[in-house]
Nanobody
Framework: VQLVESGGDLVQPGGSLRLSCGAS????????MSWYRQVLGKERELVAH????????YYRDSVKGRFTISRDNAKNTVTLQMNSLKAVDSAVYYC??????????WGQGTQVTVSS
């Protein structure tokens, strides 16, 4: 199983980024997908979650209205559209795949830096 994140970059406050996570080696439609982020020295925190069918979506309060999670089961990808970025959004962003049948898998992370 491999999860590969991409799209992280340096962006100015107020800017946008689109993170993507491509999955291989698993039956993608079986897995709930999540984006987490982690700042050095702090715990990893859940940013957004989307279930297998895209019917249940969760956002942490601090990103509601700014971030959008979506998935394409035909392309084995999950994306995180991030708008109106703030300095506090700076972190390494990780993709997670989770299934009660298949287990849990993490990507290697992609760095997002919001700074002027």
């Amino acid at each position: 199983v491999q999860l590969v994140e991409s799209g992280g970059d340096l962006v100015q406050p107020g800017g946008s980024l689109r993170l993507s996570c491509g999955a291989s080696g698993l039956t993608f439609s079986w897995y709930d997908m999540s984006w987490y982020r982690q700042v050095l020295g702090k715990e990893r925190e859940l940013v957004a979650h989307i279930d297998r069918t895209s019917h249940k979506i969760y956002y942490r309060d601090s990103v509601k209205g700014r971030f959008t999670i979506s998935r394409d089961n035909a392309k084995n990808t999950v994306t995180l559209q991030m708008n109106s970025l703030k300095a506090v959004d700076s972190a390494v962003y990780y993709c997670k795949a989770e299934s009660s049948i298949g287990g849990t898998f993490w990507g290697q992370g992609t760095q997002v830096t919001v700074s002027s």
